[in-house]
DNA sequence: TAGTGAAGCAACACCGTTGTAGCATACGAT
DNA sequence: ATCGTATGCTACAACGGTGTTGCTTCACTA
């Protein structure tokens, strides 16, 4: 009988990189699942069945953990956005905004439904998360914001120019009286992210078309007529 | 000389009830600026001049204070939110309902300035907070949705009456294909939280009336035609 | 098959927070 | 004036988290 209380059987050896990233998945599943605060560097560890020290061979610290896991999330998120938001096409181009809208929603809520995991964490705010990194989310939020922003001015412009006057009735300039293009920005922005959660949330009510549909009608029903 | 380290002086003594909102009020505080993380026993003591063993003279436990917390300022949001979201009109009475939904984001937005704590802790999501609690938020926002919902089903329905068929040339029937109307009151709800977010961060940027005047424009834009 | 260094482990000291026990004092009633 | 009690305070034990030290074991190389 040696040792009832025999010692921690060895974890199998792996090679730095490799352990890191397993890491920093042990650490996503537990923020996504029990949120920010729980993300502890033993539980951390015990997820990837292994001892702290272990841990804190790969990452100086705490923060240190938790801004790796950001970075590579926010990374992720970033590359997923990047076909979402297309560069404002040439003026010649002969592209309609709103089929450019539709296929932006569809991109996103779809990005968001194959990579649940990453889009909670940078979806849901994460009070724990150190502040820098809520300021680099922020940060990418206003470059989106900016770059819809853009879209926009170019969508309402393009929209104009195919519908050649009828103005006499009043009948054009529907969205004419000058919109308020940054509020009209952050509404899209927000419209996604909201329908980004519900998809998180239940994915089996919200399946994308849904929502393709309805950002259709609506463009649709805001039309020049 | 006596005592170089003399004995903290005592506060005010205070009757049960008066302490125990000034140590809510000084829980709202910290939560507000420093998150929910950060509300510490000690941490509210100390806000109050006052010492732990004080608190757990009036909270049994953390937990039972984070919960005091939330159900008076829930119980704050939810009494404001009242005239914000009126019963369903009678189907006699003539009410425009785009002016309903105007004056609803008015009165919501406004009520935001007016106590921007509360609807701090209530818009934010708090992650530090017990699940119980999120719960409760989610419930209270899942009635105002469904409010929301049936104020929508009767304005679609009063804006279709309104247009007496002009429907030859595809005129009407604008919002009329079957808008998914689950959908549009998140939309709404989305939007007009995002709004009070806005009005939060930046009240300066943000006035009220903006926020009026873009919803009309929108709602002006949708209208048949 | 021996040796060596990377990878892992147990154990420790330290800190902030929770919750409690028992003592001190202010203050209203007599 | 004094006295009792509600109100407050100091001090302590326990817990869970961080970050570190020094010993152990595996696995590769010669």
Redesign the pocket.
């Known amino acids: 009988m040696s040792q009832l209380t025999g010692?921690?059987?060895?974890?199998?050896?792996?090679?730095?990189q490799e352990?890191r990233t397993q890491l920093l998945d042990a650490a996503l599943r537990i923020a996504v699942d029990q949120g920010f605060a729980?993300?502890?560097?033993?539980?951390?560890?015990r997820a990837a069945?292994?001892?702290?020290?272990?841990?804190?061979?790969?990452f100086?610290?705490?923060?240190?953990?938790l801004a790796a896991l950001l970075e590579r999330e926010t990374g992720r998120a970033q590359a997923a956005l990047a076909p979402v938001l297309p560069p404002v096409p040439g003026p010649d181009n002969e592209v309609d905004p709103d089929a450019l809208l539709v296929a932006g929603i569809r991109a996103y809520l779809t990005a968001v439904r194959e990579s649940p995991d990453t889009w909670r964490l940078v979806l849901f705010p994460a009070e724990g998360a150190p502040p820098e990194l809520q300021a680099a989310v922020a940060a990418s939020r206003t470059d989106s914001l900016h770059q819809i922003s853009r879209l926009l001015t170019w969508g309402i412009a393009a929209r104009r120019r195919d519908v050649p006057r009828v103005d006499t009735a009043g009948l054009t300039s529907v969205l004419t009286p000058r919109v308020d293009v940054e509020l009209f920005a952050r509404m899209l922005v927000g419209l996604a992210e909201g329908a980004a959660r519900m998809v998180l949330d239940e994915p089996d009510s919200w399946p994308v078309q849904r929502f393709a549909v309805f950002t259709e009608q609506m463009l649709d029903a805001l039309a020049v007529r």
Chains 1, 2 share one sequence.
Do not use: E, K
């Open positions: 010692r921690r059987p060895y974890a199998a050896r792996m090679p730095a352990r729980a993300v502890t560097m033993d539980r951390v560890a069945g292994v001892t702290r020290p272990v841990v804190y061979g790969l100086p610290d705490r923060g240190a953990l």
